[in-house]
């Protein structure tokens, strides 16, 4: 996998993380600060006081001392417990408050960022680094804190316990330095493969992943039945089980051959130890005590060394990460979203709408291929404009332009003279009332999601769209009215709406905005003949002194437009009303006509 | 023991994904936990050798089998550690299928019914957050065999410290410090047990809180709303969804958090109080020369093992009395009957796919509804008729198709095959005699062809030509791998994307491709343009060929092509004929639904 070059260094990343928890949580420090010396102080009592006690022992001393002793070291021991205790629980608490709080910047940045760095391949990836860090538990900006503890606790460590052994003798401390580097190689090695297969295993597993879930899913249980799809679903899990299989067994390898590395090391450290001390004891330079404190410092050096190889390599890697936020955080926008020109004044509405060669390319696309080609258009004020084509003539890309979603790759859009990005782009979405394809509800009530607003809500208007809307019937089957939440499964009272009625919410919430432009992409697929006539017959009153854009593949509803933009290959290629493209016989003509043809009392019966 | 038998079969269950898991894991724990015990002894014979009599020869070996020891230890445990591992990932990945299997045979009816539907999420999503079911059992029977062997060499090489004890007699301190042992550890087992009692409730209320959010979070992933999001400003009411649930979430953890704190406490104090008074114990025995000084810090580590080992054995038990609900869960979506499977008559194979099929006064209720959404149907066709189905929505048009390929099976009434009631056939082999084109038809991220030929074996030439006959050979033939190209970019970036159209032309070729004597189209078209639409429809008695077929539209100019025409409104079949017939039925419904479209066309 290509890594680019991070744009940050560490020590940038590193300040950024504790910035931010100084500007969001200053009481963390507070409670993170006394982990220091505790960390650092009860090992080393815990190997000092087996030495106490040996030599306390050792000389005869009375019960009293003995228990004295004791007594005052487990006195430490308690304070020290009670006092980790004490911070670990507060810790914990701000933790979670801190990695929701970055889970929110995120979420919010993700619905504020353009559109476009929504459904572009590298922002997605940006958005998915950054939530996965902070969705995982671990989150880095905040877990830095920890890492950076830890590696400063490793180096007084490190000094401490080096001191101690430098004491008995040098050489052993070099011959220690140098076990803990290999062991660092080791690691390392083992480390790097993991990190260099890693995407390789992961693609497996989000495939295992995916096939579960699928075969879940309620959704897809008919097709599944129908076409017998039992053996297939069930192989493939079994087939990428094993592909994976292959993987764990490589990276055990690998940790296996780390274990018999640093088993052989410690072999022959604990050995030089063992060597080294007892010579000592034999020529009287060290007590019983004394023989078990140094053997301790020197088993516990190593820790502290590894310590350190590992925290350096923990803050690299959460430096990458605390990066990803700020990369997705500083994504380039090519829209206002501060600032901008006013928006139209009531006396300017309604607008009108101009595109001068506008030609489109999808970022994710292959090669040279344009969505649309230098397309000119100009939509009057109040003008209703119907677009049709094949499927792919590129009819949605159209809209999602207009509608500020993307930014066109040649050309420039206008609105009332000034072009999209001129516009605060937050202010330009409140110019349009738009019902798409795709429909997602989100789990609020039926009044919440109309109103698309948690408050101010005017009810009236809400029951009102409603009716407009056709869907009057089913809110009063329901106990609960507009007060109903969206959604079955979510919440224990949500409610199931059918793909008609659901596109019947969809132009409600239209309706309730009442925006100057009408944009409306195929509102009807889901809809029986009569409710789809019903909004023929209502399409004017719904679209009256409004600009508006209607696609449908049923040509009927083009008789209610004053002009229709007929596009190929998103090109356009006819441009016309309704009579006037029939007169000229080209390709809408053609279309209108395999479109009747079962529709005219003489067709035969074919 | 009445209560743990849910707990023993799913281990029978789990063992025999993998039989040699649970020997692994007895052999793995032996040698983690031998090697402290290993030092502990082999150190306090040095020492005391130190102190005593310093023999340079006794030393040398000592320290040779204390390394050596080591090394062999380590390496052998890293060794079975993989294994372990292996049999582990073997074990989970075993059960993977299983389950897999059990939803992918579950009877449909039972898909929707709202208890399977909240036992099934009630098992992944606890599974998921807190590992609870059967992965806590698992990691409780982990804990039960590190424990016990803990605790048996503990006990082994503690004897050496008993018998040294009873030698060196009785003071009336070691007396006093035995009780005071003993009534600490007997208060860390009663304390334990209670706090898991006060957390186990504010815990589950945080699990709890923690599915929420995060089924909440799923419904309001913001990567597909994007659109509705701007143009709506969504995203302050998403932010109070979000809110809402990350509220309620801290609010339980918080009450957790603290509560753990304050119950915490007790348990540290006794904790510590007791491993003082063990070394006190320990020391003065060591004083009165039951036994080496270097062998102090041994001794201690045995007793404090075996003291820890009784609170941890009531604590793994208390938890897996905890778990038992989730394990009881877990069993019972297996014990879901499959009762669509019971049939076993073999469907005739005809070569001249001569099928009938009958409804015989079907009614037919959706499990929890309170209304019928068929009421009394009675309709029979025969083999290479064209049924067109017509209605408004929620008229009950894709009911009808669900119960014919008995998705579910009739409230009242019976459906025939040929004659039989479908219900006695196996239910594989009926399903074979369909293929259906559902309105919400799905698609695999996997290449075209096998999503064609819904399998990895398949005719190569067959593929092509279904996907030619459904419309789709233009976009076929610009693709770069043909049918080996994978749909979509979830797992490959040389994956295609296809547009709502192609989707439901791939959907018709699946279903040509199958090749089955009825087929099915439920809004086969609602995605196509009008010039891709009117291919379909001329070309349909090509595509039906003899098969019997039965179409489903929105759209009534495909009732022109079929033989004949069943309107349904609220449940019921209000006219059947052919289109002429029903069209000069001047009260008639079939009249209202098509002037209300054909009017458009035929001025």
């Known amino acids: ?606 | 023991m009445r209560k743990n038998s849910p707990n023993i079969r799913a281990l029978k269950l789990l063992h025999s994904f993998c039989p040699s898991y649970f020997l692994l894991l007895v052999l793995k724990s032996f040698f983690a936990k031998l090697s402290p015990y290993f030092n502990l002894y082999l150190s306090a014979e040095i020492i005391n050798e130190i102190i005593g009599t310093r023999n340079k020869d006794t030393l040398i070996t000592l320290v040779l089998v204390t390394v050596l020891g080591n090394f062999a230890i380590a390496v052998i445990g890293g060794i079975l550690n993989r294994v372990f591992n292996h049999k582990e990932t073997l074990l989970y990945q075993r059960e993977a299928q299983y389950y897999n299997t059990k939803t992918l045979t579950l009877d449909y009816d039972n898909l929707e019914n709202p208890e399977v539907r909240q036992l099934r999420r009630k098992i992944t999503e606890s599974s998921k957050i807190n590992f609870h079911g059967k992965q806590l059992l698992l990691n409780s029977i982990g804990y039960l065999v590190n424990i016990t062997i803990n605790a048996v060499l503990a006990l082994i090489l503690g004897i050496e410290m008993f018998v040294l004890m009873f030698a060196s007699g009785f003071s009336w301190l070691i007396v006093l410090l035995a009780c005071l042992i003993v009534g600490l550890v007997a208060f860390n087992v009663w304390y334990s047990f209670r706090q898991k009692d006060k957390m186990g409730q504010v815990s589950r209320n945080v699990s709890q809180t923690m599915i929420d959010e995060n089924r909440i979070d799923n419904a309001i992933d913001c990567y597909n709303i994007g659109k509705d999001v701007r143009l709506y400003r969504q995203d302050k009411l998403i932010m109070k969804i979000k809110n809402y649930a990350f509220d309620l979430h801290k609010k339980a953890f918080r009450t957790m958090e603290s509560k753990r704190y304050k119950l915490n406490i007790p348990l540290t104090v006794a904790g510590v109080l007791l491993e003082a008074i063990i070394y006190v114990f320990v020391c003065v025995y060591a004083l009165l020369g039951a036994f080496g000084i270097g062998s102090i810090i041994k001794y201690v580590g045995f007793v404090e093992t075996i003291a820890g080992c009784i609170t941890s054995y009531f604590s793994v038990f208390a938890d897996i009395k905890y778990n038992t609900p989730f394990v009881e869960d877990y069993l019972a979506y297996f014990d879901i009957p499959q009762k669509m499977y019971q049939g076993s008559l073999t469907v005739e194979k005809r070569d001249d796919n001569e099928y009938y099929v009958e409804f015989k006064d079907v009614s037919f209720k959706y499990p929890g509804a309170e209304t019928y959404a068929l009421r009394h149907v009675n309709i029979k066709f025969k083999v290479g008729e064209r049924l067109a189905v017509v209605g408004m929505n929620g008229s009950g048009k894709t009911t009808f198709i669900k119960l014919m390929c008995r998705l579910y099976d009739p409230t009242e009434g019976e459906i025939l095959l040929n004659g039989v009631n479908i219900k006695k056939y196996d239910y594989d082999e009926y399903l074979a005699v369909f293929s259906v084109v559902f309105q919400d038809f799905k698609l695999f991220s996997f290449p075209l062809g096998e999503n064609v030929a819904a399998g990895t074996d398949y005719d190569t030439e067959k593929v092509t030509s279904s996907l030619r006959q459904s419309g789709f050979g233009e976009r076929l033939a610009s693709m770069p791998d043909g049918i080996k190209t994978p749909l979509y970019k979830d797992f490959d970036n040389n994956g295609v994307e296809v547009s709502g159209g192609e989707a439901q032309k791939i959907a018709l070729a699946r279903a040509l491709y199958k090749n089955a004597p009825f087929i099915i189209l439920d809004e086969p078209t609602a995605a196509l343009d009008p010039i891709a639409e009117y291919e379909i429809y001329s070309k349909f008695n090509e595509i039906v060929g003899d098969k019997t077929a039965i179409y489903i539209s929105h759209r009534l100019s495909s009732c022109r092509f079929c033989d004949k025409i069943a309107v349904f409104d609220n449940g019921q079949i209000v006219q059947r004929g052919s289109h002429d017939e029903l069209v000069s039925d001047e009260n008639g419904k079939y009249r209202e639904l098509w002037y209300a479209q054909a009017q458009y066309y035929t001025e």
């Open chain 1, 1 to 606: 996998m290509k890594n680019p070059k991070p744009k940050h260094n560490m020590f940038s990343n590193i300040a950024y993380a504790l910035r931010n928890i100084w500007k969001w949580d200053k009481a963390f420090y507070l409670f993170f600060i006394p982990s220091i010396p505790l960390a650092v102080l009860m090992p080393l009592a815990a190997t000092y006081f087996p030495k106490l006690l040996i030599d306390s022992v050792e000389s005869q001393q009375s019960i009293h001392n003995v228990i004295a002793v004791i007594g005052i070291y487990f006195a430490v021991i308690l304070i020290a417990d009670l006092l980790r205790n004490l911070c670990n629980s507060k810790l914990n608490m701000r933790r979670y408050n801190l990695s929701c709080l970055y889970q929110h910047a995120i979420s919010e940045k993700h619905m504020r960022t353009d559109y476009a760095n929504t459904d572009n391949p590298e922002a997605i990836t940006k958005y998915q680094h950054a939530m996965n860090d902070a969705c995982s538990g671990q989150c880095a900006p905040e877990f830095i804190w920890q890492s950076l503890m830890g590696l400063f606790i490793s180096l007084l460590g490190v000094f401490t316990y080096g001191s101690v052994i430098a004491i008995i003798s040098p050489w052993i401390l070099l011959f220690l330095f140098l076990s803990a580097f290999i062991t660092y190689l080791v690691n390392r090695w083992h480390r790097n493969y993991i990190e260099k297969n890693k995407d390789k295993w992961v693609t497996i597993d989000r495939k295992i992943g995916y096939l579960q879930s699928f075969s879940q899913k309620f959704d897809h249980a008919k097709d599944i039945r129908i076409y017998g799809m039992f053996d297939w679903l069930t192989d493939m899990l079994a087939g990428f089980q094993k592909e994976r299989f292959g993987w764990t067994k490589k990276v055990s390898a690998r940790s296996l051959a780390g274990t018999c590395i640093n088993a052989l090391l410690m072999l022959l450290q604990n050995g030089a130890a063992y060597a080294i001390l007892i010579v000592m004891v034999f020529n009287n330079k060290i007590s019983a005590g004394d023989f078990v404190f140094y053997f301790g410092a020197i088993t516990g050096f190593s820790a502290w060394l590894n310590g350190i190889g590992n925290k350096v390599n923990d803050i690299t890697h959460k430096s990458i990460k605390i990066g990803y936020y700020r990369e997705y955080f500083e994504i380039e926008e090519k829209y206002n979203h501060e600032k901008g020109c006013a928006l139209p004044t009531d006396q300017e509405l309604p607008v009108d709408i101009e595109l001068n060669n506008v030609s489109f390319k999808y970022p994710s696309a292959d090669g040279e291929k344009h969505a649309l080609k230098n397309v000119s258009l100009k939509i009057g004020k109040g003008e209703k404009l119907a677009i049709v084509g094949a499927n792919g003539a590129g009819k949605t890309t159209l809209v999602k332009l207009i509608c500020g979603f993307y930014y066109p790759s040649e050309g420039e859009i206008k609105l009332n003279g000034h072009t999209i990005a001129d516009y605060n782009i937050e202010d330009y979405y409140s110019l349009f009332s738009a019902v798409f394809q795709d429909i997602y509800l989100l789990p609020v009530t039926i009044a919440e999601f109309v109103a698309s607003s948690e408050k101010a809500i005017d009810r009236d208007r809400v029951t009102d769209v409603i009716r407009q809307a056709g869907l009057a019937d089913k809110i009063a089957s329901l106990p609960n009215g507009i007060d109903s939440r969206l959604m079955k499964g979510v919440f224990d009272d949500s409610i199931e709406m059918s793909g008609g009625e659901k596109q019947k919410l969809m132009l409600a919430r239209a309706l309730y905005k009442n925006a100057p432009v009408i944009v409306l992409d195929e509102p009807t697929a889901a809809l029986d003949p009569i409710a789809e006539n019903e909004l023929y017959l209502k399409y004017n009153e719904l679209t009256a002194a409004k600009t508006s854009v209607y696609i449908s593949h049923r040509l009927a509803s083009t008789r209610f437009c004053d002009r229709i933009v007929y596009l190929e290959n998103g090109e356009i290629a006819e441009c016309g009303s309704h009579d006037e493209l029939m007169k000229l016989g080209g390709r809408y003509a053609h279309m209108f006509d395999l479109q009747s043809h079962y529709y005219k009392e003489d067709a035969e019966n074919a």
